[in-house]
């Protein structure tokens, strides 16, 4: 069954690692017959969530004028999340945590999403695996915590220079894994 997957990008780097795999993502996952989207976060003016409780009081899903409420018609439309990003300090990058934090608003106005699945691709400069560890909790919790049903992980390590990728096995690897989502 064709899905409608959104995928949130966190990488401020034009033409970078993170953007490669995420167009190796798309590849697979349109030749699975899934329509894609992509939001770029690094690029929007996401302002951090205030736990002002005035989530959707304003006809808008936060009551701050920013960028996640271009996002939030997106966030209704999916039926998967892809989250696609560098790993930060062993985690995600400040304006995709921004947007991440700002899907509270849904909980808040008790508007579930109908997204049911999701998925992590990310990259980082560490070569061990195992220092990836703190993002993928992050991310599982995140999954466990709104019931969607993770399809994986996939990590792409040692990472540094904006070409990097394409020394790797990585971007054959996220379009295998698109193209076997079902």
Known sequence: MAKNILILTGSPRKNGNTEKLTNAFISGAQQAGHKTTIYTTSDK???GCIDCKMCFSKGRACSIPDDFNTL??????ADMLVIATPMYWFSFPAKL???????YAYLIAEKPLKIKECAMLVSGGVPDEA??????ASYKRIAQFQNWQDRGVVI???LHDKEDVLKTDGLNRVEAFAQNLK
């Open 45 to 47: 003016n996401i302002k």
């Open 72 to 77: 939030a018609p997106l966030l209704e439309e």
């Open 97 to 103: 945590k921004a947007a991440i934090d700002k899907m």
């Open 131 to 136: 220092l990836f560890d703190g993002i993928v």
């Open 156 to 158: 792409v390590p040692g």
